[in-house]
């Protein structure tokens, strides 16, 4: 099992950036995805955008060209680069290594766009 821990969170304004990262403790470089999920109030937890060790990625429509996910296996850390934010992209979120059905979940970082 992968501890992960993420950080980067904060509020930003409507139009900001962030850059959230996951630091991991062992290994990465076999995981064959690593990915990002986040869950707003009263929603359930939706995938954000995954990477594979293959250098395949895929992202949420409502992300698609705002949010770039990249992992260095050699620092065993995933970053999530996320521009033009917007107030719904508000939630608290959440990296994972190996995929949904997988029990390694960091704690979480809360993102809060708003003016």
């Known amino acids: 099992q992968v501890q992960l821990v993420e950080s980067g969170g904060g509020l930003v304004q409507p139009g900001g950036s962030l850059r959230l990262s996951c630091a991991t403790s062992?290994?990465?470089?076999?995981?064959?995805?690593m990915g990002w999920y986040r869950q707003a109030p009263g929603k359930q937890r939706e995938l954000v955008a995954f990477?594979?060790?293959?250098?395949?990625?895929n992202y949420a429509d409502s992300v698609k060209g705002r949010f770039t996910i990249s992992r260095d296996n050699a620092k065993n850390m995933v970053y999530l680069q996320m521009t033009s934010l917007k107030p719904e992209d508000t939630a608290v979120y959440y990296c994972?290594?190996?995929?949904?059905?997988?029990?390694?979940w960091g704690q979480g970082t809360q993102v809060t766009v708003s003016s």
């Open positions: 994972n290594a190996g995929g949904p059905t997988s029990r390694n």
């Open positions: 990477r594979t060790s293959t250098d395949m990625t």
């Open positions: 062992g290994s990465i470089f076999s995981i064959y995805a």
